[in-house]
T-cell receptor, first 117, second 114 residues
Framework: AQTVTQSQPEMSVQEAETVTLSCTYD???????LFWYKQPPSRQMILVIR??????QNATENRFSVNFQKAAKSFSLKISDSQLGDAAMYFC??????????????FGKGTRLHILP | DAGVIQSPRHEVTEMGQEVTLRCKPI?????LFWYRQTMMRGLELLIY??????IDDSGMPEDRFSAKMPNASFSTLKIQPSEPRDSAVYFC???WGTGKYAQYFGPGTRLTVL
């Protein structure tokens, strides 16, 4: 069964600095999808960025980028120029390939990110 | 476009009562998911539907929980009878297709069972 591990329960970063959140996963599939979700205090789960495993190029969305290391099964999220509004719980998630019978998203336990002014 | 809509946003009930949570997915999405989030267990998938048909309900904790999707624009999660350990935030999410298509979450329902 697939698993997703976020080894950092909490992290802090100074405003305007860069922070990297770690995520590792385990799967026997070669084609799959990875996501980072953000959950601010409002509780709303917001999609931050996605990565398709067959793409070597790392995904980027404005200040958010990933470092996808397929062989190492690692999928870290880098937040550049951290802002107070980035304070939230961040979840890493894995989704099975299309047409897989077990088409679920597996979520990690989350990393709570604090932004220090 | 409206996102996923859930109601109620907050529910407080007494042990033994029936609770019904409601969800309206994003129009056109063919997958619908129900999750439960607690501090202890994190985010757990309870059940998901594809084209209104339940595909996997292995996450439903016990027979007190049931979910239905009578049409493409409405789903319910029912707990009967409710227990204090059911207190959690319940999320509904929907997506279009599988694989690379992300799930879009509703705002959640915070359930408190006294």
């Amino acid at each position: 069964a697939q698993t997703v591990t976020q080894s950092q329960p909490e992290m802090s970063v100074q405003e305007a600095e860069t922070v990297t959140l770690s995520c590792t996963y385990d799967t026997s599939e070669s084609d799959y999808y990875l996501f980072w979700y953000k959950q601010p205090p409002s509780r709303q789960m917001i999609l931050v960025i996605r990565q398709e495993a067959y793409k070597q190029q790392n995904a980027t969305e404005n200040r958010f980028s990933v470092n996808f290391q397929k062989a190492a099964k690692s999928f870290s999220l880098k937040i550049s120029d951290s802002q107070l509004g980035d304070a939230a719980m961040y979840f890493c998630a894995y989704r099975s390939p299309p047409l897989n019978r077990d088409d679920k998203i597996i979520f990690g336990k989350g990393t709570r990110l604090h932004i220090l002014p | 476009d409206a996102g996923v809509i859930q109601s109620p946003r907050h529910e407080v009930t007494e042990m033994g009562q029936e609770v019904t949570l409601r969800c309206k997915p994003i129009s056109g999405h063919d997958y619908l998911f129900w999750y439960r989030q607690t501090m202890m267990r994190g985010l757990e998938l309870l059940i998901y539907f594809n084209n209104n048909v339940p595909i996997d309900d292995s996450g439903m904790p016990e027979d007190r929980f049931s979910a239905k999707m009578p049409n493409a624009s409405f789903s319910t999660l029912k707990i009967q009878p409710s227990e204090p350990r059911d207190s959690a935030v319940y999320f509904c999410a929907s997506s279009w297709g599988t694989g690379k298509y992300a799930q879009y979450f509703g705002p959640g329902t915070r359930l408190t069972v006294l």
